[in-house]
């Protein structure tokens, strides 16, 4: 574009030049030819040019040219060339001839603010009300610019200030919804209908609102605009609402105070979005104390209301339960952003008497609740302030109490079970108040449970009503968490659990999905866990694997690296020769929060990235972990598992390295890669918080196991062992006396005493010695893997979650293996194949799975479940063509292996061999 206006601007310099020299030049005598000489003077405004080689020219001043067919009266009302522009007209240039387009010089000149242009074409009789293809006047062009000042000029030409485009929107419509203030009350000012729809309803204040325009919708309001949904019922509130303006919602609600109310309910429906109502919310309940409080307590009135709906057997579990969860949500948010919240670290939100308002809240919760208790005759709509949940809880609180009776009387009498709707009709019958105050909305409709035709024992009203009594424990736990500080879980929500604990695990026990669709609180508050994690842990591995992932990963964004672009000073880069510092080097100085999101690694002096060389990463580093010349690790007795080092304090370095170690396990859980590492039970024990015993000193010294377990199976009263209860421990070579506990070298060990020895000892032996090393593994390992996320697990399963499955199924394998590019299972080649890797050792089809996958280890659930780049990716085959020599290569990234169509299988196996051998370590050599 600025080469072309350049070679204008020459031709144009040359021409003013030989014009100033001779009088002679003339315009050539065809249209086409003279238009484009012309059109670069007219965009400069050289009128005197202009009007010298027009004098004695037959050009058509109106001659329309290019593809938009535009003559040079749009151009200078375009350009703002005014002289020109004069000089056209006053040559017979038409001011409404319209372009391909239906604009007209009037049309560029508005939309482009040139105000001396358009004065000029105004004398020469432009007409303003002459609207485009589109239905466009130049008043919109002017108000969709906001051009104001050229408004007050022309609008006292034109006819119909209403003038609406093919869309039906009228000037004050576009003008609303760019936020023009000034635009909008010139139009006002001079007859605009405030009202006006469109074709599809939409009037100026739903146009304002639709683009969050507070002013512009002030003073629509203020002007006298009516609230009203366009043909679709679609409402201005909603547009505020869906684009989280909550200015506009405030402006809206200040000239409409019953649209508060509908805000509220808002929250109950699924179509709005929760982040847009919070945001909104956020800003309302922020103008005042008055509105912080009454924001809360509607939204406590609308929570309670569907909270008594999702326990009605009548209405539909999955809505309702979506319903009350999503306000209290946004209830919980709102009330943490509060002067009161315990999260801001200022509770000093007064409600006038110097009060905090949290301190409100609960006050009259438990004033409340006392009245209900009582049946004390009170007025509710009369009273202070109050948490209207407190309704919803008791009510929880009710049916829990009852459903505990019933198991109690089914216990001690099972053929005197209840119906479930003699429940329901009990509970009625227990909270009938005086007519004085209002009844409370029932939880059980019986009339409903009589029309299922369910005549069942207690148990059954279990089955009926555990998930949606579940999902309202979710709530109330919710809303305990919110008024306390971070990490911390409410007392009152502990004395809660505590007190229903046998119907909890009944529910638990009945329907375990509860655990993970509500029960969110066993994550967060270990003495609550502790009471359900033999339920917990019966439940299946792959549901528990589920929920620790969906939890782990809660709140983070895709953590695969394939999904986001890689930044290059995220780049872990690796040197193989001293793999273990420069890993060590390159982690420490990466944010903990990068690393969640994704990992990328590159070794030095190779181009291979993806998934497969994180793999291949993780692998070799976990070897590294355990090598004695760190003195980390110290190998067990059975001569395959590792555990921490007791001397390890020989390298200084030793407890940053042990953080380390914990932050690649903990990293590598995370991500779902698999370590080449396996540790004694003991140690997984220590990671996962459970306390060791005698039997897992057997991985260290299995015949003192043996001594130990001959103490306890055995009376050692009358065989003068004279043991006490210190040991004597190898400290870099010297015997040390240490006390098992204070005293312990004057304590004997006795026959009663002797269970409490052998634990002591154990501690010692096992966790004692190598405290120090255990504290800063698991420093690293937690700063990614919560501590409650990972008791969900016991050690034999974190082991297979780490390190995968330790044996090679070849049939799992096979069954779990794709092929591509031709070959299918019934291929020669391919039979070949399985056959090859049949006979294969077990370290060299480790050898083929490192080769192909980047790891040595399968994933638990077997080779179904083999990582890709993008997610679960199978072990692939795929055929390329066969030339002398021709090694097979693969692709780790997508765990493909490229098989050439070898002539026999001794020459398959020949080559494979000699891959795996060359090029397992390094894959860009393969």
């Known amino acids: 574009m600025e080469r072309a206006m350049e070679q204008l601007n020459v031709q144009l310099s040359r021409l003013t030049r030989s014009l100033r020299r001779a009088r002679t030049v003339e315009l050539p005598e065809d249209n086409e030819t003279a238009v484009y000489t012309l059109m670069p003077m007219v965009m400069a405004d050289q009128h005197r040019s202009v009007s010298e080689l027009l004098l004695n020219s037959k050009f058509d001043v109106n001659y329309a040219f290019g593809r938009v067919k535009r003559s040079l009266l749009h151009i200078a009302a375009n350009c703002g060339s005014v002289e020109c522009l004069v000089l056209l007209l006053k040559r017979g240039a038409n001011p409404n001839y319209q372009d391909i387009s239906g604009c007209t010089p009037l049309h560029l000149a508005a939309r482009n603010g040139q105000k001396k242009c358009m004065g000029k074409l105004l004398e020469y009789n432009a007409d303003v009300n002459i609207c485009n293809n589109e239905g466009l006047t130049a008043i919109h062009w002017l108000a969709v610019n906001g051009r104001t000042e050229l408004l007050h000029d022309l609008v006292q030409h034109v006819s119909n200030v209403d003038v609406e485009d093919a869309m039906g929107q009228t000037a004050l419509h576009v003008a609303c919804q760019n936020g023009h203030k000034t635009t909008v009350l010139c139009l006002l000012d001079s007859g605009a209908d405030i009202n006006r729809p469109n074709v599809s309803g939409a009037t100026p204040l739903y146009f304002a609102c639709s683009h969050g325009q507070r002013d512009t919708a002030q003073i629509l309001l203020s002007r006298g605009a009516k609230y009203t949904p366009d043909k679709n ?100 948010h709102v009330f943490r952003l509060g002067p009161s919240s315990p999260n801001n670290g200022n509770d000093m939100g007064y409600n006038g008497n110097k009060t905090p308002r949290s301190q409100v809240f609960k006050m009259c919760a438990r004033q409340m609740e006392v009245e209900t208790i009582q049946k004390d005759e009170c007025s509710w709509t009369g009273s202070a302030v109050f948490d209207p949940l407190e309704l919803l809880w008791h009510s929880l609180d009710e049916w829990l109490v009852l459903i505990s009776t019933e198991l109690e009387r089914n216990r001690k009498n099972p053929s005197s079970s209840s119906s479930s709707s003699e429940i329901a009709s009990l509970l009625l019958k227990q909270r009938e108040v005086d007519h004085s105050t209002p009844k409370l909305p029932s939880l059980l409709d019986p009339e409903a449970i009589m029309e299922t035709e369910v005549y069942a024992d207690g148990e059954d009203v279990i089955s009926m009503t555990a998930s949606r009594l579940s999902a309202v424990i979710q709530a109330f736990y919710m809303c305990c968490s919110c008024q306390m500080p971070q990490g911390m879980t409410s007392p009152r929500f502990i004395e809660f659990v505590c007190k229903h604990d046998e119907v909890l695990k009944c529910f638990v026990t009945r329907n375990p999905k509860i655990i993970f669709n509500h029960f969110h609180f066993l994550l967060e508050c270990p003495e609550l ?38 930044n290059e000073n995220d780049i872990l880069l690796i040197h193989r020769d001293t793999i273990f510092r420069s890993s060590c080097e390159m982690v420490s100085k990466s944010s903990n929060e990068k690393l ?128 006490t209860f210190s040991v004597e421990t190898d400290v ?95 291929e020669p080649v391919i039979q070949w194949f399985w056959k090859v890797v049949n006979s294969l050792s077990q370290e060299e089809r480790v050898l083929l799975l490192q080769f192909v996958t980047g790891s040595s280890r399968v994933p638990h659930g077997g080779f179904a479940f083999l990582m890709g780049g993008s997610g679960l990716q199978k072990f692939t085959v795929s055929a390329v063509p066969f030339s002398s020599n021709l090694l097979p290569t693969s692709s780790t990234c997508i765990n493909m292996l490229k098989l050439p169509e070898y002539p026999s299988q001794e020459v398959l196996r020949d080559r494979l061999l000699v891959a795996l051998h060359c090029g397992s370590y390094g894959y860009t050599m393969a």
């Open 233 to 332: 019922g679609i409402t201005p509130l909603d547009l505020c609402v869906q684009g989280g303006y909550g200015e506009t919602c405030e402006i809206l609600i200040q000239h409409n105070s019953r649209l508060f109310q509908t805000l509220i309910q808002m929250t109950q429906n699924d179509d709005m979005k929760e982040n847009m109502l919070r945001q909104v919310l956020e800003h309302v309940s922020q103008q005042s104390d008055s509105h912080y409080q009454r924001i809360l307590t509607s939204l406590a009135e609308v929570a309670t209301t569907n909270g008594h709906k999702l326990l009605s057997l009548s209405s539909s579990y999955e809505a309702q339960m979506k319903s009350l969860l999503r306000i209290v949500r946004i209830f919980c």
């Open 596 to 723: 969640k999101l994704g990992i990328a690694v590159r070794f030095h002096g190779e181009e291979g990235m993806g998934q497969g060389v994180v793999r291949e990463w993780f692998d070799i580093l976990s070897n590294e972990i355990i090598n004695p010349d760190y003195a980390l690790f110290t190998q067990s007795a059975d001569g395959t598992t590792f555990q921490p080092n007791s001397n390890s304090s020989v390298n200084p370095d030793h407890l940053n390295y042990f953080q380390f170690a914990g932050h690649i396990l903990g990293l590598a859980l995370y991500h779902r890669q698999l370590v080449n590492i396996y540790f004694t039970r003991s140690f997984y024990k220590h990671i996962l918080g459970i306390p060791v015993s005698y039997q897992d000193v057997s991985s260290i010294d299995p015949e003192y196991a043996k001594n130990l377990q001959w103490i306890l199976d055995n009376d050692i009263s009358d065989l003068g062992l004279e043991l």
């Open 529 to 566: 866990m502790s009471r359900f994690m033999h339920i917990i842990k019966a439940q299946p591995f792959k549901d528990r694997c589920e929920w620790f992932y969906e939890h782990l990963l809660a709140g983070q964004p895709d953590s695969d690296m394939v999904h986001r672009p890689v």
């Open 732 to 826: 870099f070579g010297a015997m040390e006396e240490v006390p098992l506990k204070p005293g312990g070298t004057s304590i004997l060990v006795t026959q009663d005493n002797k269970a409490e020895y052998v634990q002591l000892v154990t501690e010692l032996r096992m966790t004692r010695a190598i405290q120090p090393q255990i504290n800063a593994f698991l420093q690293g390992f937690h700063t990614f893997i919560l501590p409650s996320l990972v008791q969900l697990f016991d050690e034999y399963e974190l082991e297979l979650l780490l390190s995968g499955m330790p044996e090679i199924d070849v049939q799992d394998w096979c069954r779990n293996t794709e092929y591509t590019s031709g070959y299918d299972p019934r």
